[in-house]
Nanobody, 122 residues
Framework: QVQLAESGGGLVQAGGSLRLSCAASGRTFTTSAMGWFRQAPGKEREFVAAINWSGSNTYYADSMKGRFTISRNNAANTVYLQMNSLKPEDTAVYYC???????????????WGQGTQVTVSS
């Protein structure tokens, strides 16, 4: 069992930055890939970024490349999402997810956090 708790969301002006954190419980964190997804009102949940268990490989949706950075601290059981140059269209609920499956395949979430709201004003 893995429990995930996001924090760091809030209201920010366009062009600003936020850093989201996801604290994980459970012994499998250090061997799990971790990811961030988001869901805007009226839209489907979409992939944002993912990171492998060691942090050596990261993956981003095209629209986030160069603006968002995913990282992790296995000693602290925490994964982060640094978001820069935020745009109003980045407004969404951001979810942390854990993939406990084998490496080398597309990210497939097994556990989800409860989400944290990010609102970017124009």
């Amino acid at each position: 069992q893995v429990q995930l708790a996001e924090s760091g969301g809030g209201l920010v002006q366009a062009g600003g930055s936020l850093r989201l954190s996801c604290a994980a419980s459970g012994r499998t964190f250090t061997t799990s890939a971790m990811g961030w997804f988001r869901q805007a009102p009226g839209k489907e949940r979409e992939f944002v970024a993912a990171i492998n268990w060691s942090g050596s490989n990261t993956y981003y949706a095209d629209s986030m490349k160069g603006r968002f950075t995913i990282s992790r601290n296995n000693a602290a059981n925490t994964v982060y999402l640094q978001m820069n140059s935020l745009k109003p269209e980045d407004t969404a609920v951001y979810y942390c997810a854990a993939d406990l499956g084998p490496p080398g395949r597309n990210f497939e979430p097994d556990y989800w956090g409860q989400g944290t709201q990010v609102t970017v004003s124009s």
